[in-house]
Nanobody, 123 residues
Framework: QVQLVESGGGLVQAGGSLRLSCAASGGTDSNYRMGWFRQGPGKKREFVAA????????YYGDSVKGRFTFSRDNAKNAVYLQMNNLKPEDTAVYYC????????????????WGQGTQVTVSS
């Protein structure tokens, strides 16, 4: 059983930056992929980014490409999402998730989820 805890959300003006962190514990000593998803008010959960176990392969949703960067530190059992040039449409609850499934863009493939952290971008 993997436990995930996100942190780093907050309120930022458009054009600003935030760095989200996700700490993992329990069952993290084997190969697993990590993902970030977000869910805005009245919207379905959206894929943001994913990263392979070794960090060499990364995937990004079209709406965040070139602005967000996903990284991981397996020694610390942590992943990070650096978000730059934030836009009001990035406002959402951001969730960290873990999976051992290869298709990383589908939230239904992730059995482990954090509680989420709110990101609000003002215009």
């Amino acid at each position: 059983q993997v436990q995930l805890v996100e942190s780093g959300g907050g309120l930022v003006q458009a054009g600003g930056s935030l760095r989200l962190s996700c700490a993992a514990s329990g069952g993290t000593d084997s190969n697993y992929r990590m993902g970030w998803f977000r869910q805005g008010p009245g919207k379905k959960r959206e894929f943001v980014a994913a990263i392979s176990w070794g960090g060499e392969t990364k995937y990004y949703g079209d709406s965040v490409k070139g602005r967000f960067t996903f990284s991981r530190d397996n020694a610390k059992n942590a992943v990070y999402l650096q978000m730059n040039n934030l836009k009001p449409e990035d406002t959402a609850v951001y969730y960290c998730a873990a999976t051992r499934v290869a298709v990383v863009t589908d939230p239904s493939n992730y059995p482990w989820w954090g509680q989420g952290t709110q990101v609000t971008v003002s215009s």
